[in-house]
């Protein structure tokens, strides 16, 4: 295990929301009490854990360009400094600025970390470097037995010390449950397909044979712990429930499935049951779904699951060293209703795209994708010559109900061109505005969605410049509200 450990020192993308604020705070009241918080949390993390062989950096930040133009000279100013305290308190261990693909940091430390788009932005960048995220691979479970390099490339460099892939689990987000869902293993710590590719990649471990739709017939219930799990310090043991054909072989099929607690000790994170359906957020997919069980006390428990019209099945977990659970004498677990989640954002209209991963069909020299949203309209993206087809897409890095669009151009004059949005960015792409172009003599367009469309990607495809010119775009930027 190869640990990157990382200081909280970090920014993210703009919406309205509290920690999408500055990564580094803009009033000057705050600056000396934020710089000595990131100070000592970096060094409070090196003293804790530098006798841990598994850490090979430490990491000062991550995505810190994403910060109030203002602050920018102080961030990096900063970051100098941290730099130099991590070489004080551990000089066995490079000191690298993690999430630096913008804002001309990547060179302050001994390591780069590229997230996204810098896999391609920064090629033998002369600095010993990783891509340190790539992938963002948004799947419910069973999702595609595919890598999801996203923008990685699939060449190995000499220089490229490695890459992880972003990320391990879903997880919960300030950007909304579906922006979580970027896991090779899902909520409920199951497997997706992408997972088993990469067991098959690294491990030459086959995958199994994905279940197919069948005739329901039963359910099989197990547990990742049966027996010894202890109950004075809980741990949860995982429940799987897998619907089985007649001949007990998996199928895909997701009827809607209850485990409830019929005897002994313990508690469902909604009480003595739980209920599993394919329309609901606690699902049912893929003919499986999985959920923690825990116990205070110790005991037998007896967990049934059930269907209607199918044949049901039972497991007994074992725990060990806890008050003794005494039937009709220990308090029952009771109900606890289960709320959905809602969507962070509200209907919030917020502005989004800016400094986030781009790609084109092409790009001149000079003028990078990245350009094209980088917040200075001088600087802008253009088409390489001979492209038949010229296109720029972004990634707003959430998913979101876009109401309007803005471009601006490097110049005015008769840009022709249609907006779109999709969610993996590949396929379904829905318009938001077709055969769209400025006003005569402006150089900045908006176009409003006659209904907001939802997505994380979006692409502007270019169908006509001013006589003379290659197709460009000098700012492209999206407003909307987090789904």
């Given at each position: 295990m190869l640990l990157w450990s990382e200081n909280a020192f970090w920014g993210t993308a703009g919406f309205q929301h509290a920690w999408s604020a500055s990564a580094y705070p803009p009033e000057p009241e705050h600056q000396a009490a934020f710089e000595r918080s990131v100070k000592e949390g970096l060094r409070e993390m090196i003293r804790i854990h530098r006798n841990h062989p598994s850490i090979i950096a430490w990491s000062m930040c991550n995505e810190v360009f994403f910060t109030a133009d203002s602050t920018m000279p102080k961030v990096r100013e900063l970051l100098k400094q941290t730099v130099a305290l991590t070489h004080e308190l551990d000089p066995t261990r490079p000191a690298a600025i993690g999430g630096c693909q913008r804002g001309d940091i990547d060179k302050l430390g001994d390591l780069a970390g590229y997230n996204g788009d810098g896999a391609r932005l920064f090629m033998n960048p002369g600095i010993a470097s990783v891509v340190s995220e790539y992938g963002s691979t948004m799947a419910d479970r069973p999702g595609e037995y595919a890598p999801g390099w996203g923008d990685l490339q699939q060449e190995r460099f000499p220089w490229r010390s490695g890459e992880a892939i972003w990320c391990a689990f879903d997880h919960g987000s300030i950007a909304g449950r579906k922006f979580g869902g970027m896991g090779m293993i899902d909520y409920f710590r199951l497997p997706k397909r992408q997972w088993y590719w990469y067991r098959n990649a690294y491990r030459n471990i086959a995958p199994p044979e994905w279940p197919a739709d069948g005739v329901p017939a039963g359910l099989k219930l197990t547990a990742d712990q049966a027996s010894s799990a202890t109950a004075e310090s809980p741990q949860d043991a995982l429940l799987v429930v897998t619907v089985i054909d007649a001949a007990g072989k998996p199928v895909s099929n997701c009827p809607p499935v209850t485990l409830t607690l019929e005897s002994g000790p313990g508690e469902f994170p909604t009480g003595p049951s739980i209920s599993f359906a394919p329309d609901s957020d606690i699902a049912i997919r893929d003919g499986q779904a999985a959920i923690g069980f825990r116990s205070h006390e110790s005991g037998t428990s007896r967990i049934l699951a059930s269907s209607p019209g199918l044949s049901s099945a039972t497991v007994e977990l074992s725990?060990?060293?806890?008050?003794?659970?005494?039937?009709?004498?220990?308090?029952?677990?009771?109900?606890?209703?289960?709320?959905?989640?809602?969507?962070?954002?509200?209907?919030?209209?917020?502005?989004?795209?800016?400094?986030?991963?781009?790609?084109?069909?092409?790009?001149?020299?000079?003028?990078?994708?990245?350009?094209?949203?980088?917040?200075?309209?001088?600087?802008?993206?253009?088409?390489?010559?001979?492209?038949?087809?010229?296109w720029l897409r972004i990634d707003l890095e959430r998913i979101v109900n876009i109401g309007k669009s803005r471009l601006t151009f490097p110049a005015a004059g008769d840009w022709r061109y249609r907006v779109e949005v999709s969610e993996d960015g590949e396929r379904n792409w829905m318009?938001?505005?077709?055969?769209?172009?400025?006003?005569?003599?402006?150089?900045?367009?908006?176009?409003?969605?006659?209904?907001?469309?939802?997505?994380?990607?979006?692409?502007?495809?270019?169908?006509?410049?001013?006589?003379?010119?290659?197709?460009?775009?000098?700012?492209?930027?999206?407003?909307?509200?987090?789904?």
């Open positions: 725990w060990s060293r806890g008050p003794v659970f005494v039937p009709g004498l220990t308090s029952a677990v009771k109900p606890r209703p289960y709320l959905r989640h809602t969507a962070a954002g509200g209907s919030d209209v917020s502005r989004f795209g800016g400094n986030t991963p781009t790609r084109s069909s092409s790009e001149a020299a000079a003028h990078s994708a990245r350009l094209a949203n980088d917040g200075d309209s001088a600087t802008f993206w253009q088409a390489a010559a001979g492209d038949a087809m010229p318009p938001l505005k077709e055969n769209a172009r400025p006003a005569p003599g402006e150089s900045v367009c908006e176009d409003v969605a006659p209904v907001p469309v939802r997505g994380r990607f979006l692409r502007v495809t270019m169908l006509g410049s001013p006589v003379g010119r290659q197709p460009a775009v000098a700012e492209i930027e999206a407003f909307g509200s987090i789904h």
